[in-house]
């Protein structure tokens, strides 16, 4: 029974109460059985009451939600081998019509919580999302083996593309109608595959830093890593020298180059940074200059990867982001994601170390790659196309500490030159690349960093505004239902990252390849810049 015919016989037209009916439609609510879809529960939340749902990935609570039914799902997603995947819908009562699926992060295995209630429910969205057909936090790869290849499967693509299904199965059943438009949002993992292998599954893509080359993603993750490790090595570079050695230096050298000195780098490609400057000087203390071993590190750190037979891995750190990189890929914690993916995912090797990377392990990870979640076809035409029409819209930070902003650029750039070289479209009408100054994975870092993306408002940095020019997503609608493709945004930086203290300043967001320079006035203010 759909929520407007339960709402009927429940005599909403006669006075009823329209709270008691909402929640009453919510609680009978049961979709028509599915071979591949199992019905587990349904939860209404009143408007402004207490939500306070939570996994072993994601969690939200808080009281400040519109009211909305909580629908949970299994779903199975390879009958013959018996495996499932969570998945969770969450319906506003007051719906706009569209569909917004969130996506998850790293190997993580549990609904997304957080960004249903903080983005998809308080702006009108029917929010889908799935557990990825496993249990577990971010850096977790225990579950995936060895030899547990159905759930690797289902992390790498299977588990999202068939709730979304379900998912869109469930809106149509409680609303009575589909959805207008199907639309996603997320960061890190997920989505590109969708774009390349089932374009029909979204009209509007919004991924941030995506790891869609998950075999040269890990690989780069562990050569990162052996540039620094062991923490006893001569090229091991400490936490406070990377923050107050390092990162006053790469300032001193680049902050000034886009116009403004405001401890942000633009365009760090323009920074030629020269770690030589800081080379240790006869009888100096060691923990304020840098060594012949350190200096030789910091050059593989800030390069390309290629090995040794020129293959291109995967890009490196770029200068600006040094008070984070520590605790991304170089400092004395190995990256548990990269680790743990040759382990459960490749090797099937639970003693393999990151000292036991090599070449061949690469060319091997490449012929398997785990799951298939590679996402590297530069043909999008079955999505852009005028069959479907679809829209992409990518941003990453410059100072992202655990996927290179490279890696988003040399997508954009192998999918730019296969539209030119195959096709008459023009990837301007169909896919815009953002990248944002200063900001870290996802979100954070000292940067406009609040732009109406996932893991930002749930982190206290909610857009100015939901209007398309400060919120990304509303971008996308507009984009998509209107036509109107978007060339800035405005960002927004909160004082201490935190929206409770006020604006610190903000900051246009440039289409690539422009990028932004400072042309004077209040140097906190967004119309003080402008895109070349």
Same mark, same amino acid.
């Given at each position: ?166 998912? @869109? ?13 199907? &639309? ?30 998950? !075999? ?116 004395? @914690? ?6 743990? &993916? ?10 393999? @170390? ?26 999008? !035409? ?28 040399? &997508? ?17 009408? &169909? ?102």
């Amino acid at each position: 029974m759909s929520l407007y015919t339960a709402l009927a016989l429940l005599g909403l037209a006669t006075g009823v109460t329209a709270t008691t009916d909402l929640r009453s439609a919510c609680l009978s609510f049961s979709p028509r059985p599915h071979a591949d879809i199992s019905f587990t529960a349904a939860t209404h939340y009143a408007a402004n009451t207490h939500v306070n749902v939570s996994n072993v990935y994601s969690s939200i609570d808080v009281s400040n939600l519109p009211s909305f039914c909580r629908v949970e799902l299994v779903v199975t997603t390879n009958a013959t081998a018996g495996s499932t995947a969570l998945a969770e819908v969450w319906l506003p009562d007051d719906w706009n019509g569209r569909v917004l699926t969130v996506g998850n992060g790293g190997l993580a295995g549990g609904v997304t919580v957080t960004e249903l209630g903080h983005v998809a429910v308080p702006q009108g969205f029917a929010g889908i999302s799935t557990n990825t057909g496993h249990d577990g936090d971010t850096d977790d790869g225990e579950w995936a083996g060895p030899h547990n290849d159905n759930a690797i499967v289902d992390w790498g693509w299977r588990a999202l593309h068939l709730s979304v299904l379900a998912g @869109k199965r469930v809106v149509e059943e409680y609303y009575g109608k589909p959805a207008n438009k199907s &639309y996603y949002l997320g960061c890190s993992t997920g989505a590109l595959k969708e774009v390349q292998d089932f374009p029909e599954d979204f009209d509007g893509v919004v991924v941030g830093s995506p790891a869609n080359w998950q !075999t040269h993603l890990q690989a780069w993750s562990v050569h990162m890593n052996l540039n620094t490790q062991p923490s006893t090595s001569p090229h091991f570079i400490t936490e406070d020298m990377w923050n107050n050695v390092l990162a006053p230096e790469v300032m001193k050298q680049c902050d000034s180059l886009d116009g403004l000195s405001d401890g942000i780098i633009n365009d760090p490609r323009i920074c030629r940074f020269r770690p030589q400057t800081l080379t240790c000087r006869p009888g100096q203390n060691t923990s304020t200059c840098l060594t012949a071993a350190q200096i030789s590190a910091l050059h593989r750190i800030y390069a390309d990867y290629y090995e040794a037979d020129q293959t291109y891995v995967f890009g490196g750190y770029y200068p600006g982001g040094e008070t984070e990189y520590y605790k991304g890929l170089v400092g004395k @914690k190995q990256f548990a994601i990269g680790l743990g &993916y040759f382990q459960f995912m490749v090797l099937n090797n639970t003693n393999f @170390k990151i000292h036991d990377y090599n070449a061949t392990v690469l060319q091997l990870t490449d012929q398997i790659d785990p799951g298939q979640s590679n996402a590297i076809n530069p043909n999008l !035409t079955a999505f852009a196309g005028p069959s479907h029409n679809g829209k992409l819209l990518q941003y990453v930070g410059w100072a992202d500490q655990l996927i290179s902003p490279g890696n988003s650029i040399h &997508y954009y750039e192998s999918v730019h030159e296969f539209t030119l070289a195959n096709t008459t479209m023009d990837i301007d009408d &169909y896919y815009r690349l953002f990248l944002v100054p200063g900001m870290n994975h996802c979100h954070g870092g000292f940067a406009a960093n609040a732009f109406g993306s996932v893991e930002q408002a749930s982190n206290n940095n909610p857009p100015l505004s939901f209007d398309p020019q400060h919120n990304i997503l509303a971008a996308m609608v507009r984009w998509v239902e209107e036509g109107v493709a978007p060339d800035t945004l405005t960002a927004a930086n909160y004082k201490g990252n935190n929206a409770t203290n006020g604006v610190g300043f903000t900051r246009p967001l440039c289409r690539y390849p422009s990028t932004i320079r400072y042309h004077g006035g209040d140097p906190n203010s967004a119309d003080s810049f402008h895109c070349e």
